[in-house]
Structure formats: structure tokens, C-alpha cells
């Protein structure tokens, strides 16, 4: 059992900054990958980032390298680091985690609303 709770969302003015939490309690042992998706009203999930027990991240192209992930030295805590925000970026962010094998489990957070508006 694994259960991730997301922080930080909210509302922001284009051109701002936030940061997202993300804390992992339960059988953290078992997680490799941790990282961040993010759906917007009418349209797909995406990835935004990810981040291994080794600090490798990834990033999806999307995010025009305005977003850093990183990962406590604990490994059961994620951030997401969000520059320069624009509208676009507005959509629920999900936290997940998972393990080292593509069919381990993964697992999700609730989401956290970001608004980025006037």
C-alpha cells in the first residue's frame, strides 16, 4: 500500500511561480519512479515529469523546460518546481508511483488544482 498526497496548488497570475508537493507514505520501499501528470478540462492526461530512486529525470516537450522536478534525499517526497507559468499550464496535477517493473502497481494522488490567470 502506498498513498501519495499532493500540496501546493492554486491560484497564480501568468508569469508566476509554484510549487507542488508530493509525499509518499506506506510501502515506499517499493517505488522507483516518482513524478507528475497534469489534465486540463477537455483534454488528455500528459505526463509533465518524472524522477527516479537514481535522480534521472524526464520531461515531456510540452513544458518548454519551465518545470524542474526533484525528489527528497529520502526518495518518499516529489516537488515540481513551475516558472513562468502561462494559462496553458492550468489543469489538476497528479502525483504518482511506481516501482521498477512495468507491470508493478501504480499509484496515484487525489490531484491539486492549478489556475494560472489574471
Known amino acids: 500500500q502506498v498513498q501519495l498526497v499532493e500540496s501546493g496548488g492554486g491560484l497564480v497570475q501568468p508569469g508566476g511561480s509554484l510549487r507542488l508537493s508530493c509525499a509518499a507514505s506506506g510501502s515506499i520501499y517499493s517505488i522507483n519512479t516518482m513524478g507528475w501528470y497534469r489534465q486540463a478540462p477537455g483534454k488528455q492526461r500528459e505526463l509533465v515529469a518524472t524522477i527516479t530512486r537514481g535522480r534521472s529525470t524526464n520531461y515531456a516537450d510540452s513544458i518548454q523546460g519551465r518545470f524542474t522536478i526533484s525528489r527528497d534525499n529520502a526518495g518518499d517526497t516529489v516537488y515540481l518546481q513551475g516558472n513562468i507559468l502561462k494559462p496553458e499550464d492550468t489543469a489538476v496535477y497528479y502525483c504518482?508511483?511506481?516501482?521498477?517493473?512495468?507491470?508493478?502497481?501504480?499509484?496515484w494522488g487525489q490531484g491539486t488544482q492549478v489556475t494560472v490567470s489574471s
Open positions: 504518482y508511483a511506481k516501482g521498477d517493473s512495468m507491470f508493478s502497481k501504480t499509484y
